[in-house]
């Protein structure tokens, strides 16, 4: 479980996230959509604890992270993962030891039960055969997959994305997009996905909120996002509907600007 209540975060005396309040319950998955810079990446570094916010409360599995000290942090971030905007895999390692670095860092688990986890994270994403690959010999949308297998090897109850399927040609980007629904119907893990893509977000979300710069401006289901009629949110979803009509334009603040018809043109008009 992930609550946010009322948070606040500045970076160089620059607002960058105003009064930020969600809940995602535990075993769902909430999608974080909005623009470019609107705030997305620095909503999962807060839930990581590598960021503070100003003000507000950040309360990850029941324990309130504002303020924690750093080595209590360190056992609320065991139980979370992360996958990184860009897959993030180490290029000088096999698959094998990207999938299996964490646990071998931790060094908790013996070698044989560490193998057994990374193949079994790698089977999940359908690529056991990569085990001995570099990551130079992958697509993108293969590293994106193991990226997502290094999450798993740690059995999180969290894992968060961080635009999961950027990049990727529509077949790699269903098949991404089916894991993290795989995760949540067979593994009940808690998701958070940032992402601006829109056939993602529906396809994966359980529940939705929009950040249109540092503000929520929507929270609640796929259904009700779709029938907004906040321009925002349209100009967001359907930007070829809303930028055809007569006289609107893209503001520069995302959302449409209207502009009125010139004098001259409705005076003709009239006469
Ligand atoms: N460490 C930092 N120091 C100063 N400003 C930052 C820092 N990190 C992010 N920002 C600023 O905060 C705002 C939000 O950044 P963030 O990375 O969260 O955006 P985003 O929604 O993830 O965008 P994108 O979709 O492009 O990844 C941006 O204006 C960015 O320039
Ligand atoms: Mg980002």
Redesign the pocket.
Known sequence: MIRFSHVFLK??G?Q?LKDISMEVPHGTTQVIL??????????L?LILGL?RPESGSIVVNGQEIVGMAERQMASIRAQMAMVF?GAALFDSLTVRENVGYRLWEEGALDDDTIEQRVVKSLCFVGLEDTVNKMPAELSGGMKKRVAIARALACKPKIILY??PTAGLDPINTHLVSDLVRQLHTEEQVTQVV?T?DLETAYRVADSLIM?HR?EKIFDGSVDALQASDDPRIRTFLRPEEVLAEPGCFPHKDGGIRVVPPMPEKAEQASA
């Open positions: 970076f160089d620059r960058v909005g623009g470019s810079g609107c705030g997305k990446t620095t909503t570094r960021l905007q961080d635009e940032v601006h950040i540092g």
